[in-house]
């Protein structure tokens, strides 16, 4: 037997919102007008926005820190794990500078931690600002 729940809104047991809503279990799902996605599995489980000329974080989600190892590459650590490095994929953007495209790519995948390298399009690491990388997989 199947039910459907029609309500505008839900809100946790102490009415103050969505914000304590979860959603258990890898076989979750949404629907978009006539598809259905799994829910667990469509979810960026880590980005940064990361500033490798002074190792901070503009911005992350599920990042622990960044270390800084050598001209144009550093290695994220993750907060929470992936199950598998080999699940794990990734895309990144840099911006255009006067030297060219400056390329954010992922050297290593780890479970645990990424390393990345900043070029330019040209060839050449570089320590640059405002490099964003986010990855999908299962998280442990």
């Not at 809104?9 to 103050?16: C, L, P």
Request: with cysteine.
């Amino acid at each position: 037997m199947t039910s459907q729940l029609n309500v505008d809104t839900i809100v946790d047991k102490a009415g103050s919102g969505g914000t304590n809503i979860k959603v258990k279990g890898s076989n979750s799902t949404y629907v978009d007008g006539t598809t259905t996605q799994n829910l667990t599995q469509g979810i960026v489980k880590t980005w940064w926005k990361y500033d490798i000329s002074d190792n901070t974080f503009d911005d992350s989600f599920n990042c622990a820190s960044g270390t800084d190892d050598g001209t144009g590459l550093y290695t994220i650590t993750m907060t929470n794990a992936f199950n598998s490095a080999d699940e794990i994929v990734g895309a990144g953007v840099g911006k255009t500078s006067s030297g060219g495209i400056r390329c954010p790519a992922i050297v290593s995948y780890g479970t645990t931690s990424i390393q990345n390298t900043i070029a330019y399009q040209n060839g050449g690491g570089i320590d640059a600002n405002d490099q964003a990388i986010h990855l999908c997989g299962s998280l442990a």
